[in-house]
């Protein structure tokens, strides 16, 4: 089971920290990523992480201001989200790639993810 949280509104600009926790399983032997749905709009990927934790993959639309990281002995992966924009507003959700390999974190689709988390609202104002 995943559980997102740490979403909320923010002004541009601003920043915030999303987690994603996991009660047991294959979470910390899986590859992890985060993405995100707009109304109106398909969901789309922000960022994942291998399950080594050493790797590392980004949308272009938020690289170099967002940045994904996990602790496996929490069983918690980390979105941390900078210099925030009206276009970031949305529903972010957690995945679980459990067949993914050691240092691999290009998994950009949502068919390559197996358990979702529920979700939790992102709303920047501007």
């Known amino acids: 089971q995943l559980q997102a949280s740490g979403g909320g509104l923010v002004q541009a600009g601003g920043s915030l920290r999303l987690s994603c926790a996991a009660s047991?399983?294959?979470?910390?032997?899986?590859?992890i990523g985060w993405f995100r749905q707009a109304p109106g709009k398909e969901r789309e990927f922000v960022a994942a992480?291998?399950?080594?934790?050493?790797?590392?993959s980004y949308a272009n639309s938020v690289k170099g201001r967002f940045t994904i990281s996990r602790d496996n002995a929490k069983n918690t992966v980390y979105l941390q989200m900078n210099s925030l924009k009206p276009e970031d507003t949305a529903v972010y959700y957690c995945?679980?790639?459990?067949?993914?390999?050691?240092?691999?974190?290009?998994?950009?689709?949502?068919?390559?993810?197996?358990?979702w988390g529920q979700g939790t609202q992102v709303t920047v104002s501007s």
């Open positions: 047991e399983g294959t979470f910390s032997r899986s590859a």
């Open positions: 995945a679980v790639n459990p067949n993914s390999g050691y240092r691999s974190s290009t998994h950009y689709y949502t068919y390559e993810y197996a358990y």
């Open positions: 992480i291998s399950w080594s934790g050493d790797t590392t």
